[in-house]
């Protein structure tokens, strides 16, 4: 069983920047694939980002292609989401997600519980 926490969320201006991190207690967290998602109110959730366990596969939707940037650090089974840039738009609660996959793949196993981003205008 993988749990997943994440952290780094808050209230920041327009164009301001957040770091996401997301904490695994996976004992085998390289051979995990990883995720970000985000759900809007009165919105379904929506993919945002994703990593493979090596990190040589990243992922983007394209609301966010070129203002987030998703990254791991094996050794502190951690999985991070820089966000520059910030819309008001990109006003959610993010989840990170997680796979035993050797590739990105299509749904995950595993969720946080989430943490609140506000984009002020």
């Known amino acids: 069983q993988v749990q997943l926490v994440e952290s780094g969320g808050g209230l920041v201006q327009f164009g301001g920047s957040l770091r996401l991190s997301c904490a695994s207690s996976g004992r085998t967290f390289s051979r995990y694939a990883m995720g970000w998602f985000r759900q809007a109110p009165g919105k379904e959730r929506e993919f945002v980002a994703a990593i493979s366990g090596s990190a040589h596969t990243t992922y983007y939707a394209d609301s966010v292609k070129g203002r987030f940037t998703i990254s791991r650090d094996n050794a502190k089974n951690t999985v991070y989401l820089q966000m520059n840039s910030l819309k008001p738009e990109d006003t959610a609660v993010y989840y990170c997600?997680?796979?035993?996959?050797?590739?990105?793949?299509?749904?995950?196993?595993?969720w946080g519980q989430g943490t609140q981003v506000t984009v002020s205008s």
């Open positions: 997600a997680a796979r035993w996959s050797t590739i990105i793949p299509s749904d995950y196993d595993y």
